[in-house]
């Protein structure tokens, strides 16, 4: 059972440059998080998708896109890199809304960005 | 403005020291309380959730319980292998998302 993978686990990437970070899941479950986590920050919600076709912006979405054609898939679109984005980044998904329901969000092992 | 606070930033101890990590929070309307442990390099692995005060959760050495105002995860005779970073998350509303706190590194000696 593989769960949440994430690739590349690790990439430099030169100002100005794009790149997308691929996140899949085969646990069937509708939502899907986009998370990064600086050093000494908490993890800060970048994009959210609540099912194929849907997607909301979480609390840092600025310079990120993301899209949602499978329930599968949930790839994230860094444009334009800048050294502000490098952090680690975290791909999750939980196969309900996790308040109140019995259910909780399961993490990828991370994608790890340097913008240089 | 939601708050998820954490105490202490780091904790070292020796094996078999008890301890507890705090999480505070300030929420409207908390829909759950979850707990995960961070390894060095990984994701983060779930623990425990929490919905109301007064719960309780054990798992090995490790027990999580739950106020209103807080929660403390109770390390009883820890190993070195507990040894991560432990982070405490809360849901609330329609609860599609989680707002963590920073984390307690610890860190158990021989």
């Known amino acids: 059972n593989a769960g949440v993978t994430q690739t590349p686990k690790f990439r430099i990437l030169k100002i100005g440059q794009s790149m997308t970070l691929q996140c899949a899941q085969d646990?069937?479950?509708?939502?899907m998080y986009w998370y990064r986590q600086d050093p000494g920050m908490g993890l800060k919600l970048i994009y959210y998708s609540v099912g194929a076709g849907i997607t909301d912006k979480g609390e840092v979405p600025n310079g990120y896109n993301v899209s949602r054609s499978t329930t599968e898939d949930f790839p994230l679109r860094l444009e334009l890199a800048a050294p502000s984005q490098t952090s680690v980044y975290f791909c999750a998904s939980s196969y309900s809304p996790v308040a109140g329901s019995g259910n909780t969000i399961y993490f990828g092992e991370g994608s790890w960005l340097t913008v240089v | 403005e939601d708050q998820v606070t954490q105490s202490p930033e780091a904790l070292r101890l020796q094996e078999g020291e008890s301890s507890s990590l705090n999480c505070s929070y300030t929420v409207s309307g908390l829909r759950g309380l979850f707990w995960y442990r961070q390894d060095p390099g990984k994701g983060p692995e779930f623990l425990f959730t929490l919905y109301s005060a007064g719960e309780e959760k054990e798992k090995e050495r490790l027990k999580a319980t739950l106020t209103k105002k807080e929660s403390f995860l109770h390390i009883t005779a820890p190993k070195p292998e507990d040894s991560a970073t432990y982070l405490c998350?809360?849901?609330?509303?329609?609860?599609?998302?989680?707002?963590f706190g920073t984390g307690t590194q610890l860190k158990v000696e021989l």
């Open positions: 646990m069937n479950h509708n939502y």
């Open positions: 998350a809360v849901a609330k509303g329609g609860g599609n998302k989680l707002t």
